[in-house]
């Protein structure tokens, strides 16, 4: 056991001009993970989503519609919570900008930037790319093939000049200069450690904080021809769902500074030179610690709904099944690096790891507990030491899992849960139960009961990445629902001999594909 935590996980909150793609599903899906596996850990969790419903962008998308923005908004906001089903995610909130609490709280921050000095009023020159919500310096630009201006995300950039209000960002270098060196695990992975920090070092401009060529947005308190600028309005959800201004009410308390704030690599200076900015200026810890993933790719390209290569994932999640999806998005590529997307790459997780490992080993225990010990948890006799040092590894999965989670990396313990699933085939394969069953069946039941056992260990352990695939196993193994938490991952809790199990049923379908249509 470690000591009970409090522990804050947030997304990005995403922009409603666009339906949800497999990027947007993959932050949340990690997040997911994390939240599920430290809840099961024993830590309280607070895990949040939402969506970014303010800002030219969206007001353009809007009017292409002909929906007035609030009603386009609620319309593909409730893609965002459909797909939140669709994958399971198990946030605890789901904030919306156009929500009265965060409309509350950023005008509250702002008045507080304001008291503090931090904000000032001037007028903005300069280029800014509606697709990223960005403002580029000019040397940030460059000429695309066609002569169009573009930022270096390849956002077409227009020349806007208008009154605006400025964020003293300038004056915070050195705060955030000392922030990175006192603790370099704010910002994660470490090469994005190091590009955060030069950027810092190369010097910081004022931002432009407000606009008024569009009316989209958050009023500006004591001068409404001003909105705010969005990414202000959107970094402050994360305070907003605690009720800040309220610092004092238990949830802020609680959960805030946030223990890990995930997000795409696209977003990261945002996240981690603003945002802490725009905290210390209010006077608000900053969070412990902003990690930026990869992006998911098609032939090197990032899947976004501007290249027109998205992957949609209620599709994935029909064809595949939803803990196949999940497994194969959170194992196949490191959380901080690309990943280039293929239906291959899907099959053969799904298949080798899932349906020929994990369900294998599944299956094969269930089925020879009903043939040869009448379906009931057989009763083990003196153990070898082959068992032992099987279940000893069982043992020492949870916490080799833990220290993968605590720095944000599912696939580095999925690696290690499919190595615990190799080992215990492996077992199987030496042992040969079906064999013993004939020649030393007291031995054979105590080789099916120590898989009964490790079984035990990975349907639990399984939960947080494929919670349907889990809590089928443990459904099959007999195990009550107040029993599946990582707790029980103790001799004490061992399978019980003599309890009834379940009719062994197939979790992981192989994928065969279809034959091609004469
Ligand atoms: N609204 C802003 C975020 C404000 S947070 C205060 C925004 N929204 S977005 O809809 O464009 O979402 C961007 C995020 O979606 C990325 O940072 C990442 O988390 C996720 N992804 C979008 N495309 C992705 C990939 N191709 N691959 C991986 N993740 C991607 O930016």
């Known amino acids: 056991m470690t000591a009970k935590r409090s522990i804050y996980i947030t997304t990005p909150i995403y922009y409603v001009n666009d339906t949800p793609h497999i990027g947007h599903a993959y932050t949340t899906l990690a997040c997911d993970a994390l939240a599920r596996f430290h809840r099961l850990d024993g830590h309280d969790v607070l895990f949040l989503t939402g969506t970014d419903e303010h800002g030219q962008k969206v007001e353009k998308s ?94 077409p950039v227009e020349w806007v000049e208008e009154p605006s209000y400025f964020f003293k960002l300038s004056a915070f270098k050195d705060r955030l200069l000392e922030l990175y060196a006192k603790h370099p695990e704010f910002v994660r992975p470490e090469t994005r450690y190091n590009e955060v920090v030069s950027f810092v070092k190369s010097g910081l401009r004022d931002l432009s904080v407000s606009r008024t060529s569009f009316t989209w947005g958050i009023p500006v308190p004591g001068d ?48 981690a ?33 501007s290249l027109g290569n998205v992957i949609d994932p209620f599709e994935l999640v029909a064809k595949y099944g939803l803990d196949a999806v999940r497994y194969f998005l959170l194992r196949e590529v490191p959380l901080g690096q690309d990943g280039d997307f293929s239906h291959q790459a899907i099959v053969l997780r799904m298949n080798a790891d899932l349906a020929n490992a994990f369900g294998n080993l599944a299956q094969r225990t269930l089925s020879l507990i009903q043939k040869n010990a009448a379906g009931a948890v057989p009763k083990p006799g003196a153990r070898t030491a082959d068992d032992d040092a099987l279940l ?10 833990r220290t993968s989670i605590d720095t944000c990396a599912p696939h580095a313990a999925l690696s290690q849960f499919m190595a615990l699933v190799y080992d215990a085939n492996k077992y199987v394969d030496v042992q040969a139960p079906w064999a013993l069953a004939k020649t030393h069946p007291a031995r054979g039941h105590t080789v099916l009961w120590v898989l009964a056992e490790v079984v035990r260990h990975l349907a639990i352990l399984a939960q947080p990445f494929m919670p349907d695939a889990g809590a089928k196993m443990l459904e099959q193994l007999a195990i009550a629902s107040d029993a599946r938490d990582f707790t029980r991952l103790t001799p004490e809790y061992a399978m019980r001999p003599g309890i009834a199990l379940n009719k062994p049923e197939g979790v992981f379908p192989r994928y065969v594909d279809q034959p091609p249509a004469r």
């Open 273 to 305: 030179v603003y945002w802490p900015a725009f905290l210390m200026a209010a006077d608000i810890d900053v969070p412990r610690q902003i990690f930026a993933h990869g992006w998911w790719t098609r032939e090197g390209q990032k899947i976004s709904k």
């Open 224 to 271: 409404p021809k001003h909105v705010m600028y969005v990414w202000l309005d959107a970094l402050t959800n994360y305070v907003s769902a605690l009720g800040y201004p309220d610092t004092q009410n238990a949830q802020f308390r609680k959960f805030w500074p946030a223990t890990a704030q995930l997000m795409g690599k696209d977003i990261l200076r945002f996240h």
């Open 392 to 401: 000893a590894n069982a043992h020492a999965l949870l916490p080799a899992m």
């Open 62 to 155: 809007a009017a292409k519609t002909g929906l007035d923005p609030l009603a386009f908004c609620d319309k593909v906001s409730a893609n965002f919570r459909e797909l939140t089903r669709a994958m399971k995610f198990s946030n605890d909130d789901f904030i919306r900008t156009t929500e009265e609490r965060h409309v509350r709280s950023v005008t509250a921050l702002w008045t507080k930037l304001v008291e503090r000095g931090a904000i000032y009023l001037g007028s903005y020159a300069g280029w800014y790319a509606v697709r990223d919500e960005a403002f580029y310096a000019e040397d940030e630009t460059t000429l695309n093939d066609a002569g169009q201006r573009i930022g270096p995300t390849g956002a």
